[in-house]
Each structure stands twice: as C-alpha cells, then as structure tokens.
C-alpha cells in the first residue's frame, strides 16, 4: 500500500468530532485516491515550519515513510506570525531551510516530495473583491524552492484564490467556517472564520490538488482513483 504523508497545518489537519464542522484538506483527501493508496495525516493546529520541526513532528514521519511513500508538505499561515518568535520564520530564508529539511527527509527513504502552497484565506473589501493573502510572499518562496530542488509544486493559494474569487463573497462562505449561532455544539455562539475550512471546502480544495497531481501525469497521477 502507498501512503501519502501530510505535513501541514491546520488547513490539512485531520479534526475529531467535537470540532466538527472544521475539516482539514488532508481528513478529505481520500475520497480522490485509490483503494490502495491511504493518507497518514500529521497536520496541526498552529504549526510553521519552524514549530513542526522543532517539535520532533517530522521525525513518526521519517520513521515510517517508505520507498515509493509521498509527503506532502503544506505550511506558510503561521510561518507569518512575526509577533511569534515559535513560529515565524523569513520566508527566503529559514522557512525555505526548514522546507529542505523535509524533502530531504522524504528523499533519503526514496519517497516522493510535493510541495503545496497555502489555501487562500475568504478575505473581501468592502466592493467584494478577494484580497491577497499576506502569506502569498510564502507561496513564491516554495515555489521558487521547488524549482530550484526539481520538487513539484502544487500552487493552492493561487488556484483557490481563482477560485474563492470566481464565486464570489455568498457562495465561498459554504467552503469556510462560517456558523450560525446554536447550530453546532462546540460553536454556541456561531463563528465567522475565512482561514479554517468545512467539509465541503476541503473536498473543494482537496479536489484543485488532485487535478494538479493529474496534471503533473507518471508517479502522482497513478494515486487518483480517476484511473481505476
């Protein structure tokens, strides 16, 4: 069996049902892949690339990933936080270091590294127009790293940025957190949250990854259950 390995952030983790209905990319993302391919999700809260790697959170990967295995590797919201000298990290500089330290550790056990850039956050101005992430500057570090490393990357932030954009401010707000009051137990007071996701934006989003691993053909193509 191959297993894709998630490291990421919250936006990727892998949620228990008291916080339901928030939804990780990675808790969705079987539903595009084979029978035989299965996702060991480590994504968490909060994580950078600095506090993941500080925290030993690579090392249950390297530990058990095998040859042909893939991680996935999804960080940039909290490499941001400058006020948090845990977490931040300079995106051409530490964050692209940290990023090294991850694919070297998929390609000494001959597993295959893609990197994917941050989702979008829902952010509107006042005329309804999406707004720019401030951690777009994280997205171009990767892919600039991926080419420089021949690692393949997936550019999310980009392609749901298009597409939060394409649907507008009404309809993207199924995709994100945003609650009523009472409705869910562990939001009484309801929650109007652009970063964290609900199922039906992580099947949106996890949907934008698998067309791109289809793009990108061989190896991450053979994953997608559109081949069986």
Known sequence: MT???WAGDSTVKENNFCRYPQTGIGQEFHRFLKKDVRVSNHGENGRSTKSFLDESRLAPIYNQIREGDFLFIQFGHNDEKIEDESRYTV???DYQENLKKMVQAARNKKAYPVF???V???IFDDKNNLQIGTHRIYAEAMIELGQTLQVPVIDLNTLSHQLIEKVGPERSKEWFMHLEEKRYPYYPEGLRDNTHLKPEGA??????IAEELEKLGGIYQQLLCIQE
Do not use: D, N
Not at 203 to 208: A, I, N, R
């Open 3 to 5: 297993v894709i390995y």
């Open 91 to 93: 995106a051409f500089g």
């Open 203 to 208: 099947v949106m989003f996890g949907s934008l």
């Open 120 to 122: 979008e956050r829902r």
């Open 116 to 118: 994917i850039t941050s």
